[in-house]
């Protein structure tokens, strides 16, 4: 079974631009979560999604956003980046959103504001 | 959820079992605890996780003390492949997949 794909792997942005990153979870998983890593931060929370709804959302502004689609691949995008973007963008996916279910995690995309 | 304390590094000589301890005295007794890791620029990956009982499966066992306020996680013979960043979490059952990463303990397996 494949596992939890992220494209593009790396990216090379300039301040005030906008990126969109996609997220294919594994096959029958339903739940698709973000987060975004830093060294200063750590592993952070941008939001979740499940069958095409967001159930939960981290702390971050309103330029941090995303969508899931019927298919349950899910994208994020952010707008008007600022160079405190630079970071690793993980997606992880799950069958549901229970406690109980473990979150397969892709190797991310790593995006870097120039 | 409850807040996870870990040391922030570890060694272990390889082939020797690593022990890895969280303590999560807040715990409520619907959370489960779990714990990841992540090696360098990759995806955290699942390892392991229990609820009450002591757990084990391919990778490593759980132990859970019987109050639940703190786990340890065994690797039990270590390889240089296990070096990693090992994170201990707490989750809710219906609270999703908002997992909360805290520092998590830097295992450091050396010849």
């Known amino acids: 079974k494949a596992g939890v794909t992220q494209t593009p792997r790396y990216l090379i942005k300039t301040r005030g631009q906008q990126v969109t990153l996609s997220c294919s979870p594994i096959?029958?998983?339903?739940?698709v979560s973000w987060y975004q890593q830093t060294p200063g931060q750590g592993l952070q929370f941008l939001f979740e999604y499940f069958s095409e709804t967001q159930r939960n959302k981290g702390n971050f502004p309103g330029r941090f956003s995303g969508r899931q689609f019927s298919n349950s691949r899910s994208e994020m995008n952010v707008s008007t980046l600022e160079l405190g973007d630079s970071a690793l963008y993980l997606c992880a996916s799950s069958l549901a959103f229970r406690g109980r279910e473990k979150l397969f995690f892709g190797s991310g995309t790593q995006l870097s504001v120039l | 959820d409850a807040k996870t304390t870990q040391p922030p590094s570890m060694d272990c000589a390889e082939g020797r079992a690593a022990n890895l301890p969280c303590n999560h005295s807040?715990?409520?007794?619907?959370?489960?605890v779990y714990w990841y890791r992540q090696i360098h620029s990759q995806g955290p990956q699942y390892i392991i996780h229990g609820l009450k009982n002591n757990e084990t499966n391919e990778m490593a066992s759980l132990i859970i003390t019987e109050d639940r306020k703190s786990s340890t996680l065994i690797l039990p013979h270590a390889t240089l492949r296990d070096t990693a960043v090992y994170y201990c979490?707490?989750?809710?059952?219906?609270?999703?997949?908002?997992?909360?990463f805290g520092g998590g303990t830097r295992l450091m397996v050396k010849p």
């Open positions: 807040t715990i409520s007794g619907n959370e489960y």
């Open positions: 096959s029958g998983h339903r739940s």
């Open positions: 979490i707490v989750r809710v059952d219906d609270a999703g997949n908002m997992l909360t």
